[in-house]
Every structure is written in C-alpha cells, then in structure tokens.
C-alpha cells in the first residue's frame, strides 16, 4: 500500500482515525458500465461509508457533450458541490465499490477545478467492509458550503492535443484499457467504436497498478510497473481509456511516483474510436 498522503491516496485506516474531523468530506464516486446493469446510486442508498455523500459522475458532467460523462463547467461543479455541502477548507476522500476503480475519476476532477485537499480511499468500499468497519444506509444531513475553484486547463486534452501528440511524439500516450482491447483483439463495449488503439500510444492496463486485493501498489512496485510498460518518467503523459474514467488511475499513479507532468484525454477512446478520419492501430 502506498504511504498516507491527503492529496493522492489514504488507507482505511487513516479514514477511520480521521471520521471526526469537521472539515472533512466523504464522498461515494461509484460508477458501472451501463452493460453491467447497476445502479451506483442505488447501491449507495443501500450501504455507504458514514457521511459520504454521492458524486454522480454521469450527472455531474458536460451533458451538452454527446461523449459520456465529459468534465463538467466550473459553474456546474461549484452548484453541484455547493449543494452536497462540499467547499473551500474541506479535505476530501473518494472512494468506490469496486476498489479504485472510478474514485480517481473524481479526485482528477476536483484538481481539475483547482482542489487539491483530495484523496482516493485505497481499496474503497470492498476494503472498509472485509475490514469489518461501519456502514450505514441513511444519506448525511448537508449543509450549503461556498467553494471556488480555478480550472487547471493543462490537467486535460482534446483530440486535437492527443492527435498532435500522436504526430509528434512530444508526449506519452498511456491507454489503461486491457492488452486485448488495445491491440483490436475484441469489440469495443459501446457500440459504433472502431477497435485498435492511438497511434504511438502506449498500453498501461490499469489493474497492472494495483495489487491483488484492489489497492494500489506501492511507489516502487508502480514505477516498476510504468517502466515495464515502457513509460519514461522524464517525459509528460497523457493518460486514456474508454472514457476518461480508468485513465485517471494511471494519474493517480503518476501523482503516487512524482510526475507531476501529465493531462488526462477526456474524451478517450468514446470519441477517438468513434472518428474514421482519426489513424487508429492494432497490434
């Protein structure tokens, strides 16, 4: 497990030694594929961390994109925040159902927007409960809290961005989706995508940075992890996958090992994949 860092990762146990803290925010940033057929909200209804509140990655979104869950405006951000009781002078943690899975997603989101105070829970939800530690199913009583933000727009690309990367080589393509899907082997799981990977870009399946009970492996083992996949540490990032979400755990990642000079594509392969004038390889 790495080292406790309010800004990157927290175990467990940090979380539970800290559930008293005023100023701190749990929020539940689930998210399934639509094929899966769950429902996140649902399930947080059902049983979630003390306190946390739900972060619908769906909803709190650029919804006048047609690409799923594009980063949502400063504007929404701030409405949505304001409303779940979520500001200025608050530490966040993010967890998810399936371990860290979507939560970065989330934390890529708030330093988007200019928050750092912002935490993944290490092995999420399945972690606090094998643990045996208290859950409960009633949502927090909120309170409306001011925040602002301040968009940091070199945290994230556009096509253009990722096709001129591509081009030029100035900067690493990592793509988080597993070996088959990057080489073309298999259908794309939304419909209409083309299959195959960016040209140039590297694959860097996410579980590969995660150890076998679903928490992020250490910093060490995760530059093992990236050097093996043929990432150079001295160079920028950009991190991808199918839509922007399991990039983020290749960020994560980054931010647990010290570069600090990386961009998420959010756009990922929903909208490469989905342009027949974009180069596409296989392989």
């Not at 504007?75 to 399936?98: P, T």
């Amino acid at each position: 497990m790495a080292t406790d860092d309010p800004r990157t990762l927290v175990s467990t146990d940090w979380l539970a030694a800290h559930m008293g803290d005023p100023d701190l925010r749990i929020l539940d940033a689930s998210w399934h594929m639509p094929a899966t057929g769950r429902d996140a909200r649902a399930e947080y209804m059902d049983e979630h961390i003390p306190g946390a509140r739900f972060f619908d990655i769906d909803e709190i979104s650029d919804q006048r994109s047609a690409l799923p869950h594009m980063a949502p405006p400063p504007e929404k951000f701030i409405s949505r925040m304001r409303a779940m009781g979520v500001g200025d002078g608050h530490q966040v943690v993010v967890y998810d159902s399936k371990g860290v899975w979507s939560a970065p997603r989330v934390w890529w989101t708030f330093r988007l927007m200019g928050k750092m105070d912002v935490a993944v829970l290490d092995g999420g939800l399945p972690k606090w409960k094998a643990e045996g530690r208290e859950i409960e199913d009633m949502p927090p009583i909120v309170r409306d809290r001011h925040i602002t933000v301040q968009r940091q727009a070199h945290l994230v690309k556009d096509v253009s961005q990722v096709a001129s990367a591509s081009k030029l080589g100035d900067w690493q393509i990592l793509d988080a989706r597993s070996p088959e899907r990057f080489r073309g082997e298999v259908e794309e799981p939304r419909p209409g995508l083309r299959s195959g990977h960016i040209p140039g870009s590297l694959n860097m399946p996410f579980p590969d940075l995660q150890n076998a009970d679903g928490t992020m492996k250490d910093a060490d083992a995760l530059r093992a992890a990236l050097t093996a996949a043929g990432v150079d540490l001295n160079r920028p990032v950009i991190t991808s996958c199918g839509s922007g979400v399991t990039a983020a755990v290749i960020s994560l990642a980054l931010e647990i090992v010290g570069h600090r000079n990386h961009a998420l594509y959010d756009g990922s392969w929903s909208e490469w994949g989905m342009y027949p004038d974009l180069k596409v390889e296989k392989g």
